[in-house]
């Protein structure tokens, strides 16, 4: 588990002053980015291992808005995986006030072809059970 912060720039705001909701799916991934990195199984490493990692479904459950200078505490946190898939969770707050939950999941492919994890990242599924069990 890990907290990522992402402050809210103007150009994230529609109209009405609030953030957009698109924008919260990017915070999603920059914070599962920088997760990954953080294991050391960042998408640089990824892609030296001819790897990409598509994102197979995406939700999310607004409760709160945020603004303009907000600063959105995202704790992203692996909590299913499969030999070929995983899902991660995100819980955004500011202050105490959760303002929005998502959930991602993801496949793992090499060459278009499907990647079993344990066999080749066996560290990697060894750190995200320990997450998940923890």
Not at 4 to 32: K, W
């Amino acid at each position: 588990m890990s907290t990522y912060i992402h402050q809210v720039n103007y150009y994230e705001c529609d109209r009405m002053g609030v953030t957009h909701h698109s924008n919260y799916i990017r915070f999603m991934e920059e914070a599962r980015v920088a997760r990954m990195e953080e294991l050391g199984y960042g998408y640089a490493k990824m892609e030296e291992d001819g790897i990409v990692s598509p994102v197979m479904s995406v939700s999310c459950e607004y409760k709160k808005t945020t603004t303009f200078m907000d600063k959105i505490e995202i704790v992203v946190k692996a909590v299913e995986i499969s030999a070929l898939k995983v899902s991660f969770e995100y819980v955004m707050r500011v202050g105490k006030a959760v303002v929005c939950k998502g959930r991602t999941m993801h496949c793992f492919l090499k060459d278009g072809k499907p990647v079993v994890l344990e066999e080749h990242w066996p560290d990697f599924v060894r750190i995200l059970k320990e997450e998940i069990d923890g």
